[in-house]
Each structure stands twice: as C-alpha cells, then as structure tokens.
C-alpha cells in the first residue's frame, strides 16, 4: 500500500537555486527548509518554485544559492489560514537533493510530474477572448498516513475538451509540468500586491476507471 501511494506522486526537477534556505519547520526533531529553484520552460520563460528539504539531506549534499540540482520528491498541499480564509498552500516535498551533473543522459526533462489520484471538485471549462480552451482539475492524491494531496491541475485544447466531461470521484492519471503563474489581488482601498499561484500544466492525462485508458496529448506551450 505505501509503495502504491510513494508511486502515485513523482517529481523531478532540474533548476538553479535562487534563494537562501530558510527555516520552514520542525517535524519529530527532524528541521526543514524552504528554498526557491528556477527551472526553465521550452520557451524564454522560467518557473520559479518552491520546494522543501530536511536537514539531513542537506548536510549530505553541500549545495547553495546559484548551484543548479537535480531534485526527486513529491507535488504536496496543505491549508493555510490568511486574513480568515483557508488558502492551499503548494510546495514541492524533497526526497533526494545533489548537484546536477551536465553531462548525465538520464535527466534530460528538467521539469516533470506523474499524479494518480481522483477528482475531488467538479471541472470548470471556459474559453478565452481569443478562443482557447481551457479546464480546471482539482486532483485529490492519496499520501500515507491517511492524508490526500489536493493539486490543482489545468489543461488545454482538446484536453480541456475531454476534462470538462470528467465527474467528481473519477480516477486520473496525470503527466506533466509543474508551472508558477503571477497575478495581482486588488484590495478594497486601491492596493494591488503581486502573487504567485502555482499548478501542474497537464500534458497527457488517462481517466482509469474505463475498459481502456484513454491518453490524449495536450497542446505544446
């Protein structure tokens, strides 16, 4: 069972440390903490994300701020209270951290993510001004000790398409990116602060629960 939900989960990224680590917590005597990495996207853009990591590796790992690493873990969520309000909360969970070795053939994808979970929210698809189409997933993963993951996932083109139709409780597969997206909250007096959410860019996904997975790819960025 827990090999199943360590599976369910899979991400590795290949990126540049852009910040300090900072003290994020402690858990059974055992300090994490938190640090940004920036991963580049086929275009000029990058994705910075954020991504947690105990102690212990790092003592066996001697990396810094400007070191480019190869990082394995988990896509996580949890909720945060914010002026009232419950807030998801992304971050990328470090199972292994080393220096990324350039010439390695292995490690070529410096931006991918594998999630089995199931829909816990019903679909929203809509369409832009320039017509594209696009399809909000929330995807709830199971994580051991009786915890879930709630990932939000968004897809486009024929993709979205095809997601719009998906139930609540349905089985997914999921290949992809995960991306950061800035946008500004303005506030009631005026004030306008820039955020950054963060979700998986959906390339492929397959629905589980039907006599054949059904694989579609998603348009390229």
Known sequence: MSDNLIESNKVVLIGKIVS????????FGEDFYGVLIEVPRLSEN??????????RLLTDQNVAQGDKVYIKGQLRSYNKKIEEKSKLILNIFAKDIEPYDENSDEKSNPN?????????KPTVYRETPFGREICDILLAVNRMYNKSDYIPCITWGRNARY??????????????????????KKFLD??????????????????????ENEYLDAEQE
């Open 20 to 27: 300090d680590f900072e003290y994020s917590h402690t858990v």
């Open 163 to 184: 997601a719009k139709n998906i139930e609540v409780g349905n089985h997914l597969k999921i290949w992809g990116r995960i991306q950061s997206r800035k946008y500004e």
């Open 112 to 120: 991918y993510i594998y999630l089995d979970g199931y829909i816990c």
């Open 190 to 211: 005026g004030q306008v602060i820039e955020k950054i959410a963060y979700e998986v860019s959906i390339s492929k996904l397959a629905k589980v629960d039907e006599e």
């Open 46 to 55: 990058v994705d910075q994300l954020p991504i947690i990591v105990s102690e």
